[in-house]
């Protein structure tokens, strides 16, 4: 995904810079396991960005520069500690919404009631909206897979109302 380039870019430049603009293919090995360990001891970032940056370099030296690296199994994917996530109660939540006002509120609605993330929230079209069967259709969600989900049928009469307004805008336009 887009956001996935972006993110090993930084992290690239990153491991450039830490080590004084060497080039990647003039380094290996030690300077990778010296720079994750920078990460984890001195900036004290999490299991999983730690396992981001080693995943981004990883795809410079196989993908970009075609070289094949093969790093020691304490340094590949270190294991995160399994933790239960926080999740907000339905009464928080309604709370919090309630909190809101037109599109965004509607967006948190859609994204509490289905389950989408912000993104794919973000990308909706009207043909995504199967109001017959309430579904909506997530397209190019996370790892660029489809799937359906659940539209909940208390947001249903707010979105026809968006819609609506949105139609009366497209007319006018025309």
Not at 77 to 102: D, F, Q, W, Y
Not at 112 to 130: A, F, H
Request: with cysteine; charged share 25%; glycine share 4%.
């Amino acid at each position: 995904s887009y956001r996935t380039e972006q993110t090993y870019k930084d992290w690239i430049k990153r491991y450039i810079l830490f080590h004084n603009k060497r080039h990647p293919k003039d380094m290996g090995e030690p300077e990778i396991r010296s720079f994750i360990a920078h990460l984890t001891t001195q900036r004290k970032v999490a299991t999983s960005t730690s396992n981001q940056a080693l995943s981004a370099i990883l795809f410079l030296y196989r993908t970009v520069l075609q070289i094949d690296i093969t790093l020691p199994p304490d340094l590949s994917n270190p294991s995160r500690p399994k933790r239960l996530p926080a999740v907000l109660t339905h009464a928080e939540a309604v709370k919090i919404i309630s909190h809101m006002r037109g599109v965004p509120r509607l967006m948190a609605k859609i994204m509490y009631g289905s389950g989408l993330r912000v993104t794919e929230c973000m990308r909706l079209r009207v043909k995504d909206l199967d109001f017959d069967n309430r579904q909506i259709i997530v397209r190019g969600g996370k790892g660029d897979n489809d799937r359906l989900t659940v539209l909940p049928e208390s947001i249903i009469p707010e979105l026809k109302h968006i819609l609506q307004d949105v139609k009366a805008i497209h007319q006018k336009d025309l």
